[in-house]
Nanobody, 127 residues
Framework: QVQLVESGGGLVQAGASLRLSCAAS????????MAWFRQTPGKEREFVAA?????????????VRDRFAISRDSALRDSTKNTVYLQMNSLKPEDTAVYYC???????????????WGQGTQVTVSS
């Protein structure tokens, strides 16, 4: 069974940095693509960033491309555990949302068609 546990959210001022983590566990989880989405009340879940299973390819939505960085532990370390990170710099009030990590067995995509989701972690950026 796949489990995802996010951490690292919080309340920060504009311009600050935060690092989100998502600890994933499950059979062959290290071979899954991993991603971060975010959601605000009344809006659809929005793609933020994704990374393929090797960590060699990353994808970002335009609004965070120059400020956020997604990374993950090496897939060779342990096939049943892996952690994905989202380093968020120069945060803006519009980055305020609940951030979710997600994994899928296929290649990373920018739509919410992922197999498993975490419970979410709140990020609040004050102006």
């Amino acid at each position: 069974q796949v489990q995802l546990v996010e951490s690292g959210g919080g309340l920060v001022q504009a311009g600050a940095s935060l690092r989100l983590s998502c600890a994933a566990s499950g059979p062959t989880i290290s071979r899954y693509a991993m991603a971060w989405f975010r959601q605000t009340p009344g809006k659809e879940r929005e793609f933020v960033a994704a990374i393929n299973w090797t960590g060699g390819r990353t994808y970002y939505t335009d609004s965070v491309r120059d400020r956020f960085a997604i990374s993950r532990d090496s897939a060779l370390r342990d096939s049943t555990k892996n952690t994905v990170y989202l380093q968020m710099n120069s945060l803006k009030p519009e980055d305020t949302a609940v951030y979710y990590c997600a994994v899928r067995s296929g290649p990373p995509i920018a739509t919410p068609n992922y197999d498993y989701w975490g419970q979410g972690t709140q990020v609040t950026v004050s102006s």
